[in-house]
C-alpha cells in the first residue's frame, strides 16, 4: 500500500478503537504515516526490530516497546546479529545488556525493550515508571550474570526471573532506572519438535497479547473483552514462550498456534 492509499477518513477508520499499533518496519513510507497518526492519538506502538530496515530509527522515535528478534533458533549467530543491528541503529555497545541500557536512554518514549535468543529465552528491559526515584546503582552486566544463576535449568516449561527496581549501570554509556528480566525458552523434547518456523512472530503476537489493555470505550464491544490481558512481565514472558513453543510442535507458522483455551495456557488467565 502506498501512502496515498490512506487519506485521513481511512486513517481514522483503521486506528478508531485501536488499543496498539504493531509494526515490523516493512512498507516504511505508508507505515510511518500510520505510526505518526497513532503517536499523535496516544495509541501504543510496538515495532518488531528485527533486522536494519529503511527508516527504521523514525519507527523507533514513535515505538513505546521494541522486540528485537535473532535468527531461530540460531544460537551460533545471536550475538554478532543482535550486536550489528544495535551498532547500526541505536548503539555502539559491546555488549547486549549494556546496548539496551543505550537504548532505553537514546528513545525517551521506550517502555520495555525485550531481545530474543531462540532456544536461550530472552532478556527484556523495562524502564522504571519514578525514574527519579532514590534507588541502589548496579553494573547491568553483573545483575544479568546474577539472574542468570538464578535460573533453574531443571525446569522444562518456560521461567522468569528478574530484578528489584533499580539503576542500571552500563560503562561508558549511561544509567537509566528500570528492571532486568530473563525469560527461559520451553526444553521441547527432540520428538515433538516439528518446525521453528514463524516461532518469533508468535513470541511476538503473544506479547502482543499479553500487553494489550482496551481502551476504556472499547468495553462495550464484548468480543474484544477477552484479549485485556494487561500481563505483568513475569507472566507475559513466559506466556509469550509458551505460545510460540506450541507453534514448534507442528509443520508452518501457523498449524500449531494454540487458543487461548489450550490446556497449557489455562495457569496464565
Known amino acids: 500500500?502506498?501512502?496515498?492509499?490512506?487519506?485521513?477518513?481511512?486513517?481514522?477508520?483503521?486506528?478508531?478503537?485501536?488499543?496498539?499499533?504493531?509494526?515490523?518496519?516493512?512498507?516504511?513510507?505508508?507505515?510511518?504515516?500510520?505510526?505518526?497518526?497513532?503517536?499523535?492519538?496516544?495509541?501504543?506502538?510496538?515495532?518488531?526490530a528485527e533486522r536494519k530496515r529503511e527508516r527504521l530509527d523514525d519507527f523507533l522515535k514513535l515505538t513505546n516497546y521494541a522486540v528485537c528478534s535473532a535468527k531461530f533458533p540460531q544460537a551460533s549467530l545471536l550475538f554478532n546479529e543482535i550486536l550489528l543491528m544495535v551498532e547500526l541503529v541505536?548503539?555502539?555497545?559491546?555488549?547486549?545488556?549494556?546496548?539496551?541500557?543505550?537504548?532505553?536512554?537514546?528513545?525517551?518514549?521506550?517502555?520495555?525493550?525485550?531481545?530474543?535468543?531462540?532456544?536461550?529465552?530472552?532478556?527484556?528491559?523495562?524502564?522504571?515508571?519514578?525514574?527519579?526515584?532514590?534507588?541502589?546503582?548496579?553494573?547491568?552486566?553483573?545483575?544479568?550474570?546474577?539472574?542468570?544463576?538464578?535460573?533453574?535449568?531443571?525446569?522444562?516449561?518456560?521461567?522468569?526471573?528478574?530484578?528489584?527496581?533499580?539503576?542500571?549501570?552500563?560503562?561508558?554509556?549511561?544509567?537509566?532506572?528500570?528492571?532486568?528480566?530473563?525469560?527461559?525458552?520451553?526444553?521441547?523434547?527432540?520428538s515433538e519438535l516439528s518446525d521453528t518456523t514463524g516461532a518469533g512472530d508468535a513470541f511476538i503476537g503473544a506479547v502482543l497479547y499479553g500487553k494489550l489493555t482496551i481502551p476504556s470505550n472499547m468495553l462495550i464491544y464484548l468480543r474484544f473483552q477477552s484479549i485485556c490481558a494487561n500481563m505483568p512481565p513475569e507472566k507475559m514472558l513466559p506466556f509469550a514462550a509458551q505460545v510460540a513453543a506450541l507453534g514448534c510442535r507442528a509443520l508452518g507458522a501457523r498449524t500449531g498456534l494454540p487458543h487461548r483455551s489450550h490446556p497449557r495456557l489455562e495457569s496464565f488467565f
Open 1 to 48: 500500500m502506498l501512502p496515498d492509499d490512506f487519506p485521513q477518513s481511512t486513517m481514522s477508520s483503521v486506528l478508531d478503537r485501536a488499543g496498539i499499533a504493531y509494526f515490523d518496519g516493512r512498507l516504511p513510507e505508508t507505515a510511518i504515516l500510520i505510526a505518526q497518526e497513532a503517536a499523535r492519538r496516544n495509541i501504543p506502538i510496538l515495532i518488531d
Open 90 to 190: 541505536w548503539t555502539e555497545a559491546p555488549s547486549i545488556p549494556s546496548a539496551l541500557v543505550s537504548m532505553l536512554l537514546r528513545l525517551p518514549n521506550l517502555k520495555f525493550v525485550i531481545v530474543t535468543l531462540g532456544e536461550n529465552g530472552c532478556i527484556m528491559l523495562e524502564r522504571s515508571k519514578n525514574e527519579g526515584a532514590e534507588l541502589e546503582e548496579v553494573d547491568v552486566e553483573s545483575l544479568l550474570e546474577s539472574l542468570n544463576q538464578r535460573k533453574d535449568e531443571s525446569v522444562a516449561f518456560p521461567t522468569c526471573v528478574s530484578s528489584l527496581e533499580t539503576k542500571l549501570r552500563a560503562d561508558g554509556i549511561g544509567t537509566v532506572s528500570g528492571r532486568l528480566f530473563i525469560g527461559t525458552a520451553e526444553k521441547i523434547p527432540p
